[in-house]
């Protein structure tokens, strides 16, 4: 079964500079998807990001990034320039390729965003 | 605007009695899924649909059940079965399933039994 770990239940940032999430996670499977969600304080998820696991090239939208190291089974986000919008619960998530269709979470990342 | 509603945002319920937790989307999705969320916990699968008529358990479906007869609509009843019930839901559709379809989240229902 895929499993997902974040490591770090809290991180904090100053404002305007960067952040790296980490996430690590177990899979025999070479196609599967990766994404990473964010939950505010409202508690809707909102999609921040995913990655293919076929495609080299790590994923970006606008500040958010990520670095996807496939043989390391590691799936970090780096947001860049934070602001106070993105104090949020980060989530790390896997979808396997197969017919299996269900994502598979981590336990979250609570970032904290300081002035 | 398009969306996905969940009603209520808050639920009281005594235990052993069964309850059910509306979820609605007029983005014309096709799949429908409902997600289990703990503290210190991710979201765990409880069901999903990928059409009409037809839907299949997720990891942890015990204890609830679903129905898929319109497009639009997903309830699901948890039932006296489970045994903690205590959670926030959250309700997700995407136009297709798998991977390549995002999913939209609703805004969740808390759900307390007493």
């Known amino acids: 079964a895929q499993t997902v770990t974040q490591s770090q239940p809290e991180m904090s940032v100053q404002e305007a500079e960067t952040v790296t999430l980490s996430c690590t996670y177990d899979t025999s499977e070479s196609d599967y998807y990766l994404f990473w969600y964010k939950q505010p304080p409202s508690r809707q998820m909102i999609l921040v990001i995913r990655q293919e696991a076929y495609k080299q090239q790590n994923a970006t939208e606008n500040r958010f990034s990520v670095n996807f190291q496939k043989a390391a089974k590691s799936f970090s986000l780096k947001i860049s320039d934070s602001q106070l919008g993105d104090a949020a619960m980060y989530f790390c998530a896997y979808y396997s390729g197969g017919s299996n269709y269900k994502l598979t979470f981590g336990k979250g990342t609570l970032l904290t965003v300081n002035p | 605007d398009g969306g996905i509603t969940q009603s209520p945002k808050y639920l009281f319920r005594k235990e052993g009695q069964n309850v059910t937790l509306s979820c609605e989307q007029n983005l014309n999705h096709d799949a429908m899924y409902w997600y289990r969320q703990d503290p210190g916990q991710g979201l765990r699968l409880i069901y999903y649909?990928?059409?009409?008529?037809?839907?299949q358990k997720g990891d942890i479906a015990e204890g609830y059940s679903v129905s898929r007869e319109k497009k639009e609509s997903f309830p699901l009843t948890v039932t006296s079965a489970q045994k903690n019930p205590t959670a926030f839901y959250l309700c997700?559709?995407?136009?297709?399933?798998?991977?390549?379809?995002?999913?939209?989240f609703g805004p969740g229902t808390r759900l307390t039994v007493t």
């Open positions: 649909s990928q059409i009409v008529n037809d839907f």
């Open positions: 997700a559709s995407s136009m297709g399933p798998g991977p390549l379809y995002e999913q939209y």
